[in-house]
Every structure is written in C-alpha cells, then in structure tokens.
C-alpha cells in the first residue's frame, strides 16, 4: 500500500509541475523578450495605442484669467480678453477694460462654445464694428499656448434674453455685443469655427 502510494504522490507531483511549466512558460518567454528589447535600447510599443487628446498634449485648458488676445484683422480689433465673473457688477466693471470671457462657457481649442462679449460704443467700444464681419472672414484667439483661428460663418440679432451658449461639442468661438449701435434693444452675435491651431513654438520660429 505505502509503494502504491508513493508512486500515486510521485505523480500528481509530475503533473503539477507540467501543469505549472506550460502555464508559466509563455510569461517568462514574454518576459525574456521584453527584457532583451530593453537592454538592446528598443521599447516596446502597443499596436493599438489611443491617439493622445487635446488635453494630454497641451495640459488642462487655460482661463482667460492667463493673458489672452483677440485678433480680428477684418475690422482692425486687437483686444486682450478677461475672465468674466458670476457676480454682475465684477462682471461688467471688468467689461470696461475690455472683451470678457462669459464664465462657464469653453475655452480655444476645446469642444465647446466660448463665448466672448463686449461693447459697441462705450468704454473702449472693442466690437465697434462688429457688424462688419461677413463670412470666411478669420478671428483669432492668442494665449501662451500659441494661435487659435476660427472662420466666422453665422450673424444673428436676437432678443437680449435668448440664450447665447448653447451646449455644443463643435469648438467654436461666439462674439456678442449689443445692437443697433448706441442701443440694448436687441444682440448681434457673431459665431465662427475652429480651422487651426499653431503651437506658440511653430509661431517664434516664423
């Protein structure tokens, strides 16, 4: 009894040997490889690697709080654009200095509507000629991460409580000021679309 036993043990023992060298061997070969590939200065790469997003090439989005410019060669504008505030009197004494960047809406470059207003007539008037524009003319938005151009391609005057930012994934850029000029009666609202972008490194080397 104690030999058929022994001779029982002796092979579940082989067995699981077996076992644990056909599951281990692919891992250790994998492993060897990748090891071997290192050493030789070669790194191994995913066939099915995701495209980097917007986000993990240039880092989370600036504000308009980081020094920005809007640069519309149409009707001679060169504007520095402020971050808007919630509160309504920050927000329109910051409307004085300038272009403001409506508070919730998006940024250059990222999906969404960025929405920038300012005024027709008073203080420094930056969208004086606002009605200017037609289509195809460029709008640009500049910032520490370089060149944003948008193409503008729609012109409305709407009540001043219809909504002006609507939900969008489109990048697009939307300028409002008020109209006629010299009155609040109704809103002129300029939108254009995201064409291109140029790093702030491609453009000091132009």
């Not at 066939?47 to 920005?68: I, V």
Request: glycine content about 6%; some cysteine.
């Amino acid at each position: 009894m104690r030999g058929r036993k022994g001779v029982f043990i002796a092979l579940s023992l082989s067995v699981i040997v077996v076992v644990a060298l056909a599951v281990m061997a692919p891992i250790l070969y994998s492993r060897f490889r990748s090891s071997s590939a290192e050493e030789d200065g070669d790194t191994p790469v995913a066939d099915d690697l995701a495209p980097l997003t917007h986000d993990e090439l240039l880092g989370a989005p600036l504000s308009f709080e980081t020094p920005a410019y809007l640069y519309i060669p149409a009707v001679e504008v060169y504007e520095e654009v402020r971050e808007g505030s919630d509160d309504e009197e920050e927000l329109y004494a910051t409307l004085e200095l300038g272009p403001v960047h409506l508070t919730h809406t998006g940024y250059p470059g990222w999906p969404g509507n960025c929405v920038i207003s300012g005024h027709r007539t008073t203080f420094t008037k930056p969208f004086n000629r606002l009605d200017e524009i037609i289509a195809g003319d460029i709008i640009y938005i500049e910032n520490p991460r370089g060149q944003y151009e948008y193409r503008a391609y729609e012109f409305l005057y709407i009540d001043p409580m219809v909504n002006v930012t609507p939900i969008t994934q489109d990048p697009i850029l939307t300028l409002t000021t008020c109209a006629p000029e010299g009155s609040a009666t109704l809103r002129l609202v300029v939108r254009a679309s995201l064409e291109n972008f140029t790093p702030v490194e491609t453009m000091e080397e132009e």
